[in-house]
């Protein structure tokens, strides 16, 4: 079982940066792929960013390529994710989820663990 609790969200205007976090308990963080999904209002979860159990070889959708950057601490049970250039349209719900593949997926029925979200508002 593990249990992720997703901070870092606010406010801030499109251009900015915000920087989430998600921390996860126990002591098995190393044996799970992490991604970051995003929802948002009307819309279904999508994809944002996955990197596999040992860093590396992470993934991200078109729509962040090049502004986002996921990345790993295993020594302290957290993932991360550094938004930069924020657009309007980055405005969503994110979440972090663990899931047990290598790799971790493209799609949210690959994940086993999900977080409560964080709220992510970019204003024009």
């Known amino acids: 079982q593990v249990q992720l609790v997703e901070s870092g969200g606010g406010l801030v205007q499109a251009g900015g940066s915000l920087r989430l976090s998600c921390a996860a308990s126990g002591r098995t963080f190393s044996s799970y792929a992490m991604g970051w999904f995003r929802q948002a209002p009307g819309k279904e979860r999508e994809f944002v960013a996955r990197i596999p159990r040992s860093g590396g070889n992470t993934a991200y959708a078109d729509s962040v390529k090049g502004r986002f950057t996921i990345s790993r601490d295993n020594a302290k049970n957290t993932v991360y994710l550094q938004m930069n250039s924020l657009k309007p349209e980055d405005t969503a719900v994110y979440y972090c989820?663990?899931?047990?593949?290598?790799?971790?997926?493209?799609?949210?029925?690959?994940?086993?663990?999900w977080g409560q979200g964080t709220q992510v508002t970019v204003s024009s």
């Open positions: 989820a663990a899931s047990r593949t290598v790799l971790g997926g493209l799609q949210s029925y690959e994940y086993d663990y």
